[in-house]
């Protein structure tokens, strides 16, 4: 258990880290999860951690798994840890791990806005 200030950036930053290392092994067989947790905010206040999350199907899987989750942070953590709440967030945008070839062009149009005349002066379109 760390000797931080509870509320302290070291605090924050060590929960953080167990945080990240239970993700690791108490979501290693949720796909839904295991990942995206990684990129999802997560803060601690008052002795309970806040989770956003963005669908029903993540909250459902992450309520299977919320009384490891606790016994993971209470164990490897700090044992005055109250709670997990999942929150949802059907606004966030989901990071993309896979691209097609339309999320590609946008990317490249991005880095280099000159792109779209490149492509017409040579009359190339995407595969459908």
Known sequence: MPSFIVGSEKYNEAFLSCWNEMIDIVFEDVQTLRIPLH????????????????????????AMKKNAVLQYLRSHFDERINDVIPEMDTTSEAKKYILDEKDKLEVLRQENPDIVDFMQTLNLRLKN
């Open 39 to 62: 990129n999802y905010p997560v803060e601690v206040n008052d002795n309970v951690a806040r989770v956003i999350l963005r669908n029903q199907f993540q909250m459902d899987d992450f």
